[in-house]
């Protein structure tokens, strides 16, 4: 039998229900980050919004407590980018996410005479909390010179993991760098996985997030190379189904995955910076939720990701806040003219979203251009 064909709103509607963007869901944080495929954390607030916009009762303080108790940790992870994910996936992510992919680090390897002896240095003198200074510092005592101490450390975090943040390090307000210490000292009884138990957790954690999904697009949100997901993809057997997208693309999804009618309402959301819904996919697969034609106004060259509202589940513009004393307000730019039904939405939800991000401002307002 053929593959059921998908249409792009059918898979625009499959991701919003499994991103929780069609029902703010009753879950905890720490459930939410697995059930999203984790966060992207480069910009401190981003999974508060990201977090607010897609639970039913969510407050700053649920987060950060989550991080204080070493449920939720950050790190560097897919795409070598800042992630929060559970403490329980840390480990099968960080391993799939590095071990998979040693040539994507080959021009630094070879300014690091043996990376993985200074590695295991590294992870031993992190067993308490170190600033990235002091980490640089003791690269030195390794070997490495103080020029490429800086960039080196960064290289031995991404390519070779086991190195998480220390809060204040991914709350609310923090924007310093983080000190970081041993993964394995910071999460309680980190077990590290095999490879090929954790490239199949990582292909089940982003197909139950975003799926269907092509094989490249698990690559481009992973940075894992398509070889070793084809792998993961046949050892899942039963547990994986295949679709074609309009392209004729073969698309994989697990079994059992939710895939609501094209007709589904999608409620209006505000999306943060960097959210994964935007970065999920491989060109051109995009087009489910992004539009090829305000792609570039969304997405910088650089790799920066503006926040953005969705309307009837399409991104249809951007939003910034601004946070004076006692003023939220969220002013949100759209890339075309608004039907009068989907306006007053965004200015409902807007408002609500003032109230979350302005602390103690007792005035809150939203202004549409």
């Given at each position: 039998?053929?593959?059921?064909?998908?249409?792009?709103?059918?898979?625009?509607?499959?991701?919003?229900?499994?991103?929780?963007?069609?029902?703010?869901?009753?879950?905890?944080?720490?459930?939410?980050?697995?059930?999203?495929?984790?966060?992207?954390?480069?910009?401190?607030?981003?999974?508060?919004?990201?977090?607010?916009s897609r639970l039913a009762t969510f407050t700053i303080a649920d987060l950060e407590g989550a991080l204080a108790d070493r449920a939720v940790v950050k790190a560097t992870l897919m795409r070598g980018t800042l992630h929060l994910v559970s403490a329980k996936d840390y480990p099968a992510l960080s391993v799939a996410t590095t071990r998979s992919r040693p040539e994507r680090w080959a021009p630094?390897?070879?300014?690091?005479?043996?990376?993985?002896?200074?590695?295991?240095?590294?992870?031993?003198?992190?067993?308490?909390?170190r600033t990235r200074e002091a980490l640089a510092d003791f690269l030195v005592t390794q070997g490495v010179t103080a020029e490429l101490s800086r960039p080196m450390l960064w290289w031995l975090i991404a390519s070779h993991g086991s190195l998480v943040h220390v809060p204040p390090s991914g709350t609310w307000t923090?924007?310093?760098?983080?000190?970081?210490?041993?993964?394995?000292?910071?999460?309680?009884?980190?077990?590290?996985?095999?490879?090929?138990?954790?490239?199949?957790?990582?292909?089940?954690?982003?197909?139950?997030?975003?799926?269907?999904?092509?094989v490249d697009d698990i690559s481009s949100w992973s940075s894992i190379r398509t070889p070793a997901i084809r792998v993961a993809l046949e050892e899942l057997g039963p547990t994986i189904r295949t679709f074609v997208d309009e392209r004729g693309r073969r698309l994989y999804d697990l079994t059992g995955a939710p895939l609501p009618p094209a007709d589904t309402a999608a409620p209006v959301r505000y999306l943060p910076k960097w959210d994964s819904t935007l970065l999920a996919y491989a060109a051109p697969e995009r087009v489910r939720i992004l539009s090829e034609a305000h792609r570039k106004t969304v997405i910088a060259k650089n790799g920066d990701v503006a926040q953005t509202i969705l309307v009837d589940g399409m991104v249809a513009g951007t939003w910034s806040a601004t946070v004076k004393i006692g003023e939220a307000t969220i002013a949100v730019t759209p890339f075309g003219r608004l039907a009068k039904p989907d306006r007053a939405a965004l200015i409902e939800e807007g408002e609500r979203l003032a109230t979350f991000v302005g602390g103690t401002a007792t005035s809150h307002g939203v202004t549409i251009a």
């Open positions: 039998m053929a593959d059921r064909r998908l249409t792009d709103r059918e898979l625009n509607r499959a991701l919003l229900a499994r991103q929780l963007l069609l029902k703010r869901a009753a879950l905890s944080p720490v459930t939410a980050i697995e059930r999203l495929a984790g966060l992207q954390a480069q910009w401190s607030p981003a999974p508060y919004v990201g977090l607010w630094a390897a070879r300014r690091l005479a043996d990376a993985d002896t200074i590695h295991r240095a590294t992870i031993k003198h992190a067993r308490t909390a923090h924007r310093k760098a983080g000190d970081l210490i041993a993964a394995d000292a910071w999460i309680r009884a980190a077990h590290e996985p095999t490879l090929d138990a954790a490239l199949r957790l990582a292909v089940q954690r982003h197909l139950a997030a975003f799926g269907p999904a092509t």
